[in-house]
């Protein structure tokens, strides 16, 4: 083989080695991007009186921020919300979760005729029911974290108030306000249900998180990274910056400000909500009043699951008129240049094949 002929043959092996490492690079990002946590978590909601158009007990479960069943006393039937727990894979799972929601029914009534005669609440009239309406709200269930280890999470709302929270790892609970003593005494006694209550938080809730994870596999999963831009806003009191993060899943997400490159204390920051989009992803922005001038000073930093690292936003302050103008006058008269240029050349090349031609016939004449 000839020296050149090695000299191609190792080049085209270089190329190819760039190549590959160029293809395995965002699969190397996918592999050293750090694994989210999952949550599992239903919602109880019900009240006293159903008459007035609010049901006696209504169930939702979430896994992370998805809706995936529901369930209400009146049906005594789990609907399913999300299509990946619609599938066959899903029939025994379904089947248990169903006797734990009509478990949970039966336990909610239970619970709510408690706390209701410990707050004097549960007087009726003459007709036999309660002269006035009250509410109860449940939020219980898991949260898996990073490095797999998991905690749970078992609360009680009275009437829009927090009222009771399950301690599972000393089997007690922790009263919000004075009158939720009465309960909380009366249901310590009963360890047998502390003991279940632990046990669900610590192993069956986990156990479930993952079975859904695993039927909501490329669904749940999925990180879609948010796009981030800054606006401006200036009014005759104050000058404000705003970065919008849109467009990203799942929902957690972190913005913060920086000025000069150091954060900034969280009081002086607009947090706002996260917002739900109508395609399943989300939306945020955070504002903060600046100094008019300094907007350069400021910069937005974003993380996000989807990213894998940190993304930063600033302030690009748009061109002035004059500048603008200049600057098109500057290119408009660099194009006629360019076309002056190029036509005096075509135009010489004429006059120079005309010169010969005619050189040529004045000798052709002389002969």
């Known amino acids: 083989m000839s020296p050149g002929a090695r000299r191609a043959r190792l080049l085209l092996l270089l190329l190819l080695l760039l190549l590959f490492l160029l293809l395995q690079l965002p699969t190397v990002a996918a592999q050293r991007r750090p694994p989210r946590s999952h949550s599992l978590r239903y919602l109880f909601m019900g009240a006293s009186v159903p008459d007035l158009g609010l049901p006696l007990f209504e169930a939702r479960g979430y896994v992370d921020d998805q809706l995936f069943v529901s369930y209400s006393h009146e049906s005594r039937r789990a609907e399913p919300r999300a299509q990946w727990v619609r599938t066959g894979a899903a029939s025994q799972l379904w089947l248990q979760l169903s006797q734990s929601l009509k478990g949970w029914d039966h336990m909610f009534i239970v619970d709510f005729w408690t706390i209701m005669d410990n707050h004097n609440h549960s007087k009726v009239t003459k007709l036999g029911v309660s002269s006035e309406s009250h509410t109860l709200q449940v939020i219980l269930g898991c949260e898996v974290q990073e490095d797999n280890s998991t905690t749970g999470f078992w609360k009680y709302g009275y009437d829009g108030q927090n009222h009771l929270e399950f301690c599972p790892e000393t089997l007690d609970w922790r009263a919000a306000e004075p009158k939720a003593q009465a309960t909380k005494l009366e249901w310590e006694v009963n360890k047998i249900r502390a003991k279940q209550n632990r046990a669900y938080l610590q192993r069956d809730?986990?156990?479930?998180?993952?079975?859904?994870?695993?039927?909501?596999?490329?669904?749940?999963?999925?990180?879609?990274?948010?796009?981030?831009?800054?606006?401006?806003?200036?009014?005759?009191?104050?000058?404000?910056l705003r970065c919008q993060a849109l467009s990203f899943y799942p929902q957690n997400i972190t913005m913060k400000w920086l000025k000069d490159r150091q954060p900034l204390d969280a009081e002086d920051v607009e947090p706002k909500d996260v917002l739900p989009n109508g395609d399943g992803t989300y939306q945020r922005w955070v504002a903060l009043a600046v100094a008019p001038g300094e907007e350069q000073r400021y910069t937005c930093q974003v993380e996000h699951p989807g990213l894998d690292q940190p993304l930063t936003a600033s302030w690009e302050a748009p061109m002035s008129g004059t500048l603008v103008v200049g600057i098109i006058s500057g290119i408009a008269v660099c194009i006629i240049v360019l076309f002056t240029g190029i036509l005096f050349r075509i135009l010489r090349k004429r006059q120079a094949s005309r010169g010969a031609m005619g050189d040529y016939v004045l000798a052709e004449c002389l002969k």
């Open 205 to 240: 809730c986990p156990e479930q998180l993952r079975q859904l994870l695993e039927l909501g596999r490329g669904v749940l999963d999925r990180q879609v990274p948010p796009l981030v831009k800054m606006t401006h806003h200036v009014t005759s009191a104050v000058t404000t």
